[in-house]
């Protein structure tokens, strides 16, 4: 049943949590207490119920920290996330239930695939948490990995509520169309108009603004936000992850992260120091050619990083006749959604239905239900908030509400996800118009809510997106691709006021476009994945400006004096810790798997159902190097990837 978000209240979201970790509790506890033999029903499946219902008061509760309007509902909803989390943690300290799970894995119980990988990676977890360890050690465990959990919340219940904004006159909005004016909020002073650092209005002025100077202001305010309430977080959290790895005998952080991911650091290491010196040499060219038009434009030739996307831009506007506003007028946020809904229907074997009333926490959200085309099955449900305001997540995401599981009554519970975004508001003038990076930002997003909503799996452990977290990023890379197709373009695009579809030549050359300063861009991402494991790495004591400056060298460009954008860099501290090079990891599978549809037809709905169901449907019930095996019928390499890097 779909719950009623309008009538969240800050005491309802503590309401929610108090009945789910009862609830849970009472579940825990009656399998410590088990008298008799542990077995799989009584002991992991339980166990499984209980990890769904407070993955449902999540959904209800803590998840309003996002996305609720309401400053006191947030609050309360950032404090129910720490005790969801905290109750993660005391659940996996238990000693009493350790020996159930113990117990049920010494008997070799015979069970499904599921069931048995689940226990295993139970006992995994108890491992992870010290069991191992003299009980005062593991206390002290114990109270560090709860101290973190408070670090992790409050960081990023600071980067949601931080607003801020440079002023400027109209003069100093040359480059800017009127459609991005006309949505901006007037300045203190008059004539002025704020621009915030709120995705739709900082990425346009960094990539149109002619005026550098105000390019430069607002990107270090943007990399400068948080600072002092943020910075001490991390670097406590930094020291605690260091003493967490090595209580349970772990190298270091990343170590320890990366145990339960495809990947480790030293094979990490081995793709950067393979990747980097090739980018390094091909971003030397780009670099050249934007030097000699800062030149020409400014008298100045030292490029600097607020320099980059406007450049970037103007090369597409002025060698390729890309101007992504006059994209945009083709890509009403609508037609987009519709356009995207109908191939993915087609492609994967689904139908969505749009419900009128949602019931959503704003008046924003959409919702949607899916189902199967071929039995006319319900598969889920997923909203939809799409348009930014004060207080909400500022970045793109989406999120389990709901996990899909097999519960204790053998009933299939179906997922339900949230996609939330920051994509251009409505004007009075215009609807959402969506640049065509904002189209992609959505195909990305909307791979998770495939992966999510898709699932077949039997257990939340491995429902949805729960994969190896160095592949969650995959399904989502795949979905990109379409986004850069002529014949998929064609099929969604709408001009706003005639209804006529995007011309083949400008597709063309947003197409042709595309792999402009793809060396640089992919610097960039190399540079924010080579920090966070340097951050994570064995030393014993770090200096986190140092550390910046050390990573940063690999974009060939001058180190922004004064700018710390670490503190409000939520991925470091949001589930992405000695992770972030997942993006690019993760880029090499999602390449990989769509040169079978490359080969064999992009809109092809039997590779699409090949995909759903090798892939989508199977979450982590499988090793991610098994699932990529499965639909490709080899093993995964990196030959697309680098192709599509121009390598």
């Known amino acids: ?57 999540y959904g209800q509760g803590a998840f309003m920290a996002r996305v609720h309007p309401d400053t006191d509902v947030r609050i309360a909803a950032t404090e129910q996330e720490e005790r969801l989390n905290k109750w993660g943690i005391d659940v996996v300290f238990r ?15 015979t069970a499904g695939s599921e069931q048995l990988r ?35 919340v409050a960081f990023g219940a600071n980067v949601d509520a931080y607003t801020d904004y440079i002023e400027v006159t109209r003069d100093q909005l040359d480059g800017l ?19 915030s650092l709120d995705y739709p209005e900082l990425y346009p ?39 967490v790895a090595r209580l349970v005998g772990y190298e270091s952080w990343a170590h320890h992260s990366m145990d339960v991911k495809m990947a480790d650091p030293e094979r990490v290491q081995r793709f950067y120091a393979d990747l980097v010196p090739r980018l390094r040499e091909k971003v030397k060219a780009e670099h050249d050619k934007m030097r000699r038009m800062l030149a020409e434009e400014y008298g100045d030739d030292t490029l600097q990083q607020w320099d980059v996307n406007y450049f970037s831009t103007k090369i597409r506007r002025d060698e390729y006749g890309v101007d ?39 008046s924003d959200v959409y919702l949607y239900e899916v189902i199967d085309a071929s039995g006319g099955d319900h598969l889920a449900y997923f909203y939809m908030d799409l348009f930014p305001r004060e207080g909400k997540y500022g970045h793109a995401a989406a999120f389990d509400l709901v996990a899909g599981h097999t519960n204790l009554a053998g009933e299939s519970v179906r997922p339900i996800a949230a996609m939330v975004a920051n994509f251009t508001n409505p004007t009075e ?49 795949i979905m990109e691709h379409w986004t850069w197709e002529p014949d998929v373009l064609a099929r969604f695009s709408s001009h706003y006021k005639t209804g006529a579809r995007i011309p083949r030549e400008m597709v063309d050359n947003l197409v042709a476009a595309r792999d402009v300063n793809i060396a640089a861009a992919n610097l960039r991402q190399a540079y924010f994945g080579i920090l966070d494991l340097l951050l994570h790495d064995d030393a014993e004591e770090r200096d986190l400006d140092a550390l910046d400056r050390q990573a940063y060298e690999v974009n060939e460009l001058p180190f922004p ?46 590779v699409g159902r090949a995909y759903r169901q090798a892939i989508l449907e199977q979450g982590g019930t499988k090793d991610a190097d098994d699932l990529l095996l499965d639909f490709l019928g080899r093993q995964p390499n990196n030959e697309a990837f680098l192709a599509n890097m121009g390598l």
């Open 561 to 606: 004096d004064g700018t710390f954008f670490l503190a409000s860099f939520g991925h470091v501290m949001g589930g992405y810790d000695a992770g972030y090079y997942g993006y690019l990891w993760s880029k090499v599978f999602g390449d990989d798997m769509y040169s079978r549809f490359q080969a064999e037809g992009v809109l092809n709905p039997e």
């Open 95 to 109: 000693t009493d239930l350790y020996g159930a799970l113990k117990r049920l894995a010494d008997s070799e119980p």
């Open 429 to 477: 003038e215009a609807p959402s118009l969506l640049r065509h990076d904002e189209v992609l930002t959505l195909f990305h997003e909307f791979g998770h809510i495939l992966h999510q909503t898709l699932t077949r799996a039997e257990t939340v452990r491995f429902s949805g997106a729960n994969t190896e977290w160095d592949f969650v990023e995959a399904p989502s890379q």
């Open 324 to 362: 992504q506003y006059q994209v945009a007028e083709f890509f009403p946020l609508e037609a987009v959604i519709d356009g995207m809904l109908d191939i993915t229907a087609e492609m994967f074997g689904v139908q969505y239905l749009r419900v009128e009333d949602a019931a959503g926490w704003h």
């Open 118 to 152: 689940l226990l295993g990676f139970w006992m995994r977890d108890f491992r992870r948490a010290g069991h191992e360890l003299a009980p005062p050690d593991q206390r002290k465990l114990k109270e560090l990995k709860q101290r973190l959990v408070e670090l992790e």
């Open 1 to 57: 049943m779909l719950h009623d978000y309008t009538r969240t209240t800050a005491a309802g979201v503590v309401g929610i949590t108090d009945e789910a970790i009862g609830a849970a509790n009472q579940l825990i506890d009656g399998i410590a207490s088990e008298p008799g033999p542990n077995t799989i029903e009584n002991t992991l499946l339980p166990l499984n119920e209980a990890a769904a219902i407070i993955e449902a008061a």
């Open 177 to 195: 169309p009127d459609s991005y004016i006309d949505a901006l909020k007037t300045g203190d002073t008059d004539g002025t108009f704020r621009v």
């Open 205 to 243: 002025f960094l990539q149109n603004a002619t005026n550098r100077g105000c390019r430069e202001e607002l990107l270090r305010k943007k990399n400068t936000s948080v600072v002092g309430e943020n910075r001490p977080l991390l670097e406590e959290a930094l020291a605690l992850r260091r003493a």
